[in-house]
């Protein structure tokens, strides 16, 4: 069966077909419409058509910002806003007469990682998405673990540092407030007193001043993926999204999570992603 996949990102959608043998056999990118609900709709439906005018077997993943609520089953926490508290996944199946699986960024960048990516081979794994946000995705044995409650993965989520900075989520202290690529800036802006963006930030940390802030990202990155490691166990950790991009990661950060397993004997590889920003849209065609 053909596999059909849709990334619906801030600024750009993107559409693919796959076969069995993972070939591309079509591939389109368009800009994502702004601030425009029925737009976005239109648009997703749009290229499904496209994609799929000389097939009829396919199945059809959609990669989304936000997540869907167990409990609702409408968007939340999402960047493209106006998306909160709607149904995209109701509305594109009522569009399109067709049933269709849909996740969040996080849980598609795992799944193309795992199935094509640099965490090809392995059984347990754990995909990290590190930007605006820190999300997570678990893939087991190529399938996707959402887990009960939907929220599998969610490591920016939990608790860092008890009575910490306040997050949006209503908790304090979460991972997410402090490696986060914002978090970060905020952190630089307090020792330093200027604001500079996070790539600015990173050619400029060689200095007493740059030390104190790179010591703190590599204590609370080493704490948050020591606490995965506790947990889940995982075969691999992937890295994506922006900070994946930052070199020392995989050498003094990998060292800092090692220091903080509960284990004296420490492997977990910690990997840098293969597919970049072309993970989402394969991630969604492996859904189904």
């Known amino acids: 069966m053909y596999k059909l996949g849709v990334d619906l990102g801030g600024t750009k959608t993107e559409a693919i077909l796959i076969d069995d043998n993972l070939n591309v056999l079509e591939r389109k990118r368009i800009p ?9 709709i239109d648009t997703i439906s749009s290229l499904v058509s496209e994609l799929s005018v000389h097939i009829s077997d ?11 609520s167990k409990q609702t089953g409408l968007i939340k926490n999402s960047n493209t806003q106006c998306l909160i508290g709607r149904s995209p996944k109701e509305d594109l199946e009522d569009k399109l007469g067709k049933k269709i699986s849909m996740e969040n960024d996080a849980n598609c960048f795992a799944m193309a990682e795992a199935k094509m990516g640099a965490a090809s081979g392995f059984s347990v794994v754990f995909g990290v998405i590190m930007g605006t946000g820190v999300g997570g995705g678990i893939v087991i044995d190529g399938k996707l673990h959402s887990g009960r ?10 608790t860092l540092h ?8 209503g908790q304090t202290g979460c ?3 402090y490696i986060s690529g914002p978090s970060l800036e905020k952190q630089w802006t307090g020792i330093t007193g200027r604001f500079q963006s996070l790539p600015e930030i990173l050619s ?4 007493k001043i740059g030390q104190k802030w790179k010591d703190h990202f590599l204590e609370n990155f080493g704490h948050g993926l020591a606490n995965v490691i506790d947990i889940l166990d995982p075969d691999v950790i992937i ?17 800092s999570v090692y220091d903080k397993v509960f284990s004296d004997s420490v492997d977990t590889p910690i990997l840098k992603n293969k597919l970049g920003d072309s993970a989402g849209v394969y991630g969604a065609a492996f859904l189904t």
């Open 239 to 255: 890295l994506g999204g922006g900070l994946s991009n930052i070199d020392f990661l995989y050498t003094e950060g990998k060292e």
């Open 149 to 158: 409650n939907h929220i599998g993965g969610e490591w920016g989520h939990h």
């Open 58 to 68: 396919f199945s059809l993943g959609i990669c989304t910002p936000g997540t869907i």
């Open 32 to 40: 994502t419409p702004q601030n425009d609900y029925q737009a976005i």
């Open 162 to 169: 008890r009575n910490g900075i306040p997050c949006y989520c």
């Open 204 to 207: 400029n940390i060689d200095d």
């Open 175 to 177: 991972v997410e407030t």
